[in-house]
């Protein structure tokens, strides 16, 4: 199953610069470490190569692919390839990595919880498709209709009704004055009578829909969570039977490792764990991986794009399957770094926060450190534990226990560049206010779809989050809050533009709807507002901060150079 690398690439590219545009990376609780492995040039080359073989194998069924780039004990490279689940019903074909041990020994449960949970999805869609529910909502809108009408009849007569007491009361006095008053009351009256009886009439016409609905949403219910303790079950049987190795030598069965949180069914059967665990087996160092998409589309998933670790099967396993390798086996490769440089960085002190955790540390006090993030890790841990990585988890490993860390302010997961913590709360406080004050001045460098004609100017537009289309925003006037950003032109060549930014306020993906919307070029790379090609990471970078020390006094310029280029070789 090992292939030399020259079945896919001749010896021009196989010498080509291992620039990496993408990290595999987790963290170990067992040994409290984390670990990372590139997506390099070469591993996508190989990658591509094998899209090239692949062809038009199995056009209908889309799946992920894999290539893990490795050296042998004497020295060589070789390359494996694996493919996610099943490829065309076999869960083993010759020159792929074998699956994970452990799924024959619940294959046959497997087949029955899956016979089951068919049978489960039947009936809930002839439930959730009831005649009766098409008729209710049809109902429902005609006696919208008739509401309003009759409202509408009604508010119309209690005018005409106020119109009359006026002339009543200027024309009538005693016995007659009141006899003409009770009767309009008595025409109030009525109205109210009408309406009392309009509900009861509705009441009984949807009585019966109501209970035959109501009964079918209560067994949607019973269903749902037979199908949840269905699947749970078949989770943990296939969670005990599947067991992981590391490059430590370290075997543990996947329920071992989902007990700090819940791995969804399917865990192991992607292509990173059967790649890393096939290399740990043969002794193999990893030196890149590649995984990609082949086959017909599928949601978000696009035939020949690149993508990283699922997010809930495989990152969450990803610090134990790459367990036992060194910072040298996992390379250094970065994303090139351009030619714009902003003000001179002052040199962190010795000590302290300098973790090799792949977070470079550009300035750092007794109160506050900065830090370049790079492009795909978050700023902060989400919600869920598969999203737990991210700069702020990464530099609290390196305090002790207690010690008070919190960034200043966010950086989308797709932009690199500064981010500002502070190391107690007084200076949180102080930095906070500045931004929350538009006292600090940010700059971002971006490179830009497209001629923009202008040389500056500000984009105003206002932003909306739409609770439906999250996590992307919005030019909205009703909506929306008020957003600004000046920007500058610095160069342009081959269709594309460098633009350096200065958000005058802080909204989410505020740059990248004002340059997708407000100059109509969208940022190059940028999956949500324009178009991304494999591998091709988001080209914006936080260039620069300039703020007031909430200690010293003094005004702090923090920038870094802009690592964002053209290509890999001309700096733009």
């Not at 619940?106 to 949970?117: G, I």
């Not at 067994?219 to 969570?225: T, Y």
């Not at 590649?290 to 086959?295: R, S, T, V, Y």
Request: hydrophobic share 35%.
């Amino acid at each position: 199953m090992l292939h030399p690398p020259d079945d896919w690439l001749d010896g021009a590219k196989l010498a080509e610069p291992e620039a990496a545009d993408y990290y595999y990376q987790g963290y170990c609780p067992r040994t409290g470490q984390h670990y990372r492995l590139p997506r390099t040039a070469r591993a996508r080359a190989i990658a591509q190569a094998l899209m090239t073989q692949l062809g038009d194998t199995h056009p209908t069924e889309g799946k992920m692919y894999g290539v893990l780039v490795v050296q042998t004990p004497d020295g060589q490279t070789g390359v494996l390839k694996a493919f996610s689940g099943l490829w065309q019903g076999q869960e083993q074909v010759p020159g792929w990595v074998p699956p994970i041990p452990g799924r024959s020994q619940v294959a046959l449960q497997e087949a029955r919880t899956l016979n089951a949970l068919g049978i489960i999805k039947d009936r809930l869609l002839v439930l959730q498709r009831l005649p009766e529910r098409e008729t209710y909502a049809r109902l429902q809108e005609e006696l919208a209709g008739d509401r309003t009408r009759l409202n509408q009849r009604h508010r119309d007569r209690k005018q005409a009704r106020a119109l009359r007491r006026q002339t009543l009361a200027s024309t009538l006095t005693g016995d007659a004055l009141t006899d003409a008053l009770a009767a309009l009351e008595q025409e109030s009256r009525g109205d109210k009578a009408e309406l009392r009886k309009f509900k009861q009439r509705w009441r009984d016409r949807l009585a019966p829909l109501e209970a035959t609905l109501q009964s079918a949403d209560a067994q949607i219910a019973i269903l749902r969570q037979q199908r949840r303790n269905l699947s749970r079950q078949l989770q943990a049987e296939m969670h005990a039977a599947y067991t992981l190795t590391n490059f430590a030598g370290e075997s543990l069965a996947i329920q071992d490792l989902a007990a700090q949180g819940n791995l969804p069914t399917g865990t192991g059967d992607c292509c990173a764990p059967k790649l890393l665990r096939a290399a740990a087996q043969l002794g193999l160092k990893p030196l890149a991986m590649a995984e990609f998409w082949w086959g017909s589309a599928q949601g978000d998933r696009i035939p020949g794009e690149f993508y990283g670790a699922c997010a809930d099967r495989c990152q969450p396993i990803m610090g134990f399957l790459l367990s036992g390798l060194s910072a040298q086996v996992l390379g250094s490769a970065t994303i090139p770094v351009g030619a714009q440089h902003a003000a001179p960085l002052q040199p962190p002190p010795t000590g302290d926060l300098q973790p090799e955790l792949g977070i470079p540390v550009l300035y750092q006090d007794p109160w506050l450190i900065a830090v370049d993030k790079p492009a795909g890790l978050l700023s902060v841990p989400g919600r869920y534990r598969d999203r737990q990585d991210s700069v702020l988890t990464r530099l609290r490993s390196t305090l002790p226990e207690g010690a008070f860390l919190q960034p200043v302010h966010r950086l989308d997961q797709d932009t690199s560049g500064l981010l500002l913590l502070a190391l107690d709360a007084e200076t949180h406080r102080h930095l906070s206010q500045q931004f929350e004050q538009r006292q600090v001045q940010k700059t971002y460098q971006a490179i830009v779809v497209g001629d923009v004609a202008e040389s500056s100017g500000i984009i105003d537009l206002p932003l909306w989050g739409d609770p439906t289309q999250r996590p992307r925003q919005q030019v909205n006037s009703q909506h929306g809050k008020p957003s600004q950003t000046k920007f500058e032109v610095l160069g342009r060549e081959g269709g594309l533009t460098r633009i350096a930014f200065y958000p005058l306020t802080g909204r989410t993906h505020q740059i990248r709807v004002h340059a997708a919307q407000g100059l109509n070029a969208p940022i190059w790379g940028d999956r949500l507002y324009g178009q991304s090609e494999p591998g091709q990471r988001l080209h914006l970078h936080a260039q620069s901060l300039h703020f007031v020390h909430p200690h010293k006094k003094d005004a702090i310029p923090l920038g870094i150079a802009s690592r964002i280029a053209l290509d890999s070789a001309v700096p733009f």
